[in-house]
């Protein structure tokens, strides 16, 4: 990857229009187990810690993964409700505000997270459907029934912790039952992005997607309709690696664009 040269960054510095914050983020790389592998053979730190307590949706049983092989963040969540009811979510559905999904930056779609609110200890599980929320320093984005349930409602935002869920599949040896989790999604792999602006005016957008591209960044301009506004957002691909998303993002902080962050396709 090509670094921005200090000239560039200069003449970039106007362009930055993001909120400012900070999220404390633990997503090393999930640890996969066959589904051949014998339950004496699986690693305890793969196995159902018997202290979880197991969630139903769906008719399944899902436990938080260890966060030594899955993910957990903590940051501020908010919610959102009226202006994007019923219109299409990243995944192709339809968002519901009673309904118990989420929009999350980088998680892959279906992802079923539990979501504990660090003021007031209530918690509950919800799926990822949508991307966002667009604002450095939030991590997770609620539906208007999350932020009920979780009592923010009111004052709009909360500190949360989000926990991956794991579907754990049951093994018979003898007269014993061993519990471990289904191979999960890599939390670490995808196609990232670094937004650094979002415009009301395109030709703005146009601009700074074009003094990324002469630096040497491939840029691309996203159309969002937020339903009362239509906004151009300006991000600049990384790669498939979360890993080194996070570190340009912490760079680009560090220079012109302090309000840059990391997002999935």
């Not at 966002?132 to 409602?153: E, S, V, W």
């Amino acid at each position: 990857m090509k670094s921005i040269t200090p000239v560039i960054m200069v003449l970039l510095m106007s362009w930055a229009v993001m909120l400012s914050g900070c999220a404390d983020i633990k997503a090393p790389a999930p640890v996969l187990v066959s589904t051949n592998t014998r339950p004496q053979d699986i690693p305890k730190s793969n196995r159902v810690p018997p202290t979880q307590r197991p969630y139903k949706i769906m008719g399944k049983s899902y436990y938080p993964i260890p966060s030594a092989q899955g993910f957990q963040e903590t940051g501020i969540a908010s919610w959102y409700g009226p202006n994007f009811h019923g219109r299409k979510t990243s995944n192709g559905e339809t968002y519901n505000m009673h309904g118990t999904t989420a929009a999350h930056k980088t998680l892959p779609m279906n992802t079923f997270l539990l979501v504990k609110n660090l003021e007031n200890g209530r918690e509950m599980t919800v799926r990822v459907n949508d991307r966002g929320p667009f604002h450095r320093g939030r991590i997770i984005d609620l539906t208007q029934t999350g932020a009920t349930k979780l009592g923010f409602i009111g004052q709009g935002t909360a500190k949360v912790r989000i926990t991956a869920m794991g579907e754990a599949t049951t093994y018979r040896r003898g007269g014993r039952e061993t519990k471990r989790f289904k191979d999960h999604p890599d939390f670490q792999s995808g196609k990232f992005y670094v937004q650094i602006g979002s415009f009301i005016d395109e030709n703005n957008a146009k601009r700074l997607k074009g003094k990324m591209i002469a630096a040497g960044h491939k840029s691309v301009i996203q159309k969002f309709d937020r339903g009362d506004q239509i906004f151009f957002r300006v991000q600049v691909w990384v790669g498939t690696n979360l890993a080194d998303a996070e570190r340009f993002e912490q760079q680009l902080n560090e220079t012109e664009f302090p309000g840059a962050f990391v997002v999935a396709r």
